[in-house]
Every structure is written in C-alpha cells, then in structure tokens.
C-alpha cells in the first residue's frame, strides 16, 4: 500500500488529497494534513472522488461510429480520420470545447491548436460567477478574519471547506448574510441574517466597506459587484478559473448552448452536455468527444478518445483564489487512454500543426507567464 499526494477534483477550493494505493488501484482518498487550505479535513466530495477511476463505463481505446455502431480503432485510425474530416470544414464552422474539470496543461494545449486552426473556443462555467480572474486579489484565507461576510449562494453544501473558514470568522464575530434561491436549514443555521431571493440579479446588499468579504457561488456577474467590497467568487469546477486565466473564454449557459447550436465541426473535452439538452448538438454535422468515460454526450459522437483521469496523470489546476496547485500520477490510465495533452498534440501532428512544445514542463513554464 502507498499514499501519492494530489489535489481534490471535485471542487474550486483545491483541497489537497492523499489517494490510498493498493494493488495498482485507488482505493480511498485521505485529507491532506498539512495542505493549508483544508488543514486535514475534507467533504464527501473529497472522500469519493476516486470512485470515477473505475467507473464502469471507463473508456480504454478510441472509437469509431461504423453504420451506428461503435466499432474500436488503433489512435492512428482515430486521429486521422478526424484530420481528414476536419479539413473538410471553414474556422468559423469549428469549435473546441475545453473544461474545467481538465488539467491546465490539456486546456492550453487544445486553445493552442483552437488558436492554429482559428477556431471557435470556449469553456463552460455553469453555475459558477462570471469574474476576470486576473483582477481578483482576495484569497481564502482573508474569509477568516473578515468582519463582515456576505454570501450570494450556498458555500455551506457545494464548498463546505469555505464555508468552515466562514464559521471560523463567525466565531470571532463576523456578521454573516447570506442571499438564497432556496430556504435552507444549513443556511439558516449558520446566517445571522437569511434572505430568500427569487433571483441572484436583483439583490440589495445594503452598506459594505472594506472589512466586508462578498462570497459568490451563483451565476451572476462579479463586475456589479460593490468595488469597495472584496469579492470572491467561487467557480464549480476544480479548474474552471484555470481555463480562464490560460485566455479561453468563459460561457455561461445561454452563451454555452448558443455556440454549440452554432457549431458544425464540434470537438468536446471533457464536458457532457447532452446531459442537460441534447438538442444542442442537433446542427453538429462531426462531433468528436474525448473525455474518461462514455457519456451521453460521447454515445452521439462520430469519434470518441479515451482519455487519463486526474489521478492517472501528472499536471496542474488552479483553484479559485489563483493558487496553481501540483496533481500527481498515482496509477496508470486503463487501457490505451492517453494524457488529453498528448492526444491533441498527436492530432495537431496529423494536421501539420507544430504547438510550439514538447513536454508538459514545456507547457507549464508558458502557463506560469500566463496566469502570473
């Protein structure tokens, strides 16, 4: 048995995790003790997110869709088939879909080949805040010697190691109000004042200074925010700020489906839309889908690419108060499932397209510049 140390998934705070490694297999997760924004706890999002390593619908070697049917293919059959077909098509009628559930390193990669190919790209950010990462200075550790704490949404059940620095600063006298679609208990509980909202857009903060910390976790703009406040928006995905900060465009829902809808070479990384609306795919004439497991949005697609899991891999995310945080390999991806870096590189190699890099550290140095 071995202990690797790494980076929770399941969330933007970036909680550090030790995956519990027995015969070649993960089979736990343990909160890092001297991470210092967890400091030896974690949420049921930490204590299963290892369960997806061996989901049983894990993808292990590229496909193509033969006559309706997924039929499986050698990577060479799989990545030239879609060069052949992307060739095919204008920039303007192509689009790349990056996430932030990927790592740094796989989203700069596919943006680069977006960039060559001058295509269409984006990242959805769901029910995340829409903020300019890069104009953000307010960490997590300011939440807990804050006086006055506002929060627009619910840190409490979705980002419950914020929300136990809340309950810190509460115990040193902060003032907690708390702006919510829905009544809940744990809301109630922890606000010294609870304010049910019909929408996110119309909220009354009242008077803030500069001792007040605005949480936000609800998908509303941070730029209305009050500037004398300081903010800090939450982002659901452990790296969608990552994908922001790398220069990929954040989409909100509408925004999101309406490029989808628009869209007639579509390739998708890591994100399942089909879940929520699979009519958003209906003008995709070739729809590629390179993810970790067979997803509803993949059973549509001409083309899917298995690719390694976070814990298969090594790379960077970056969470919601711009620490860029090390993710460390703990076992081999199933399979011929590869790095989502290398699959895109191995794709722009097809198609002539040179990235500009050869290895992830190649990756990481121009990352740093970026989001430093």
Not at 92 to 121: P, R
Not at 265 to 282: Q, R, S, T, V, W
Request: with cysteine.
């Amino acid at each position: 048995m071995k202990v690797v140390h790494t980076i929770c998934p399941g969330c933007s705070v970036g909680c550090g995790i030790d995956l519990i490694i027995k015969d070649n297999k993960v089979v736990g997760t343990y909160p890092n003790k001297r991470h210092p924004i967890n400091e030896g706890k974690n949420c049921l999002y930490g204590q299963n997110c290892y369960k997806i390593i061996s989901h049983e619908k894990r993808l292990e070697k590229p496909l193509i869709k033969k006559n309706g049917k997924f039929v499986e293919v050698s990577w060479d059959e799989a990545l030239n088939f879609i060069a052949e077909n992307l060739k095919k098509y204008n920039p303007e009628d192509i689009t790349f879909i990056a996430s932030g559930k990927c790592t740094n390193e796989d989203n700069y990669a596919l943006k680069k080949l977006a960039d060559n190919l001058k295509a269409k790209i984006g990242h959805c950010i769901c029910n995340s805040p829409k903020a300019n990462y890069a104009e953000i200075s307010t960490t997590i550790d300011d939440i807990e010697n804050a006086k006055n704490i506002i929060i627009i949404g619910d840190v409490f059940s979705e980002h419950a190691l914020i929300g136990r620095k809340v309950v810190k600063a509460k115990d040193k006298g902060a003032k907690v109000t708390i702006f919510n679609i829905e009544e809940k208990d744990i809301l109630k509980l922890n606000a010294d004042k609870f304010v049910k909202v019909d929408s996110y857009e119309d909220i009354d903060l009242g008077n803030v200074d500069e001792n007040t910390i605005i949480i936000i976790n609800a998908p509303i703009d941070v730029d209305k925010m009050p500037k004398i406040a300081k903010v800090l928006p939450v982002a659901k995905h452990c790296n969608t700020v990552g994908a922001t900060l790398i220069g990929i465009p954040p989409l909100n829902k509408d925004e999101y489906f309406e490029l989808l809808k628009n869209s007639k070479f579509l390739y998708i990384m890591g994100e399942n839309p089909a879940l929520i609306d699979k009519d958003a795919l209906k003008n995709t004439e070739f729809l590629v889908v390179q993810d970790i497991i067979m997803s509803e949005t993949a059973e549509l697609a001409d083309v899917v690419l298995p690719s390694s899991c976070w814990a298969e891999k090594n790379g960077t995310f970056t969470n919601t108060d711009k620490r860029i945080q090390k993710i460390n390999k703990a076992v081999n991806p199933p399979g011929e499932a590869m790095d989502d870096y290398l699959i895109i590189k191995s794709l722009a190699e097809k198609l002539g397209i040179d990235l500009g890099f050869n290895s992830l550290e190649d990756i990481q140095k121009e990352i740093t510049k970026v989001i430093l």
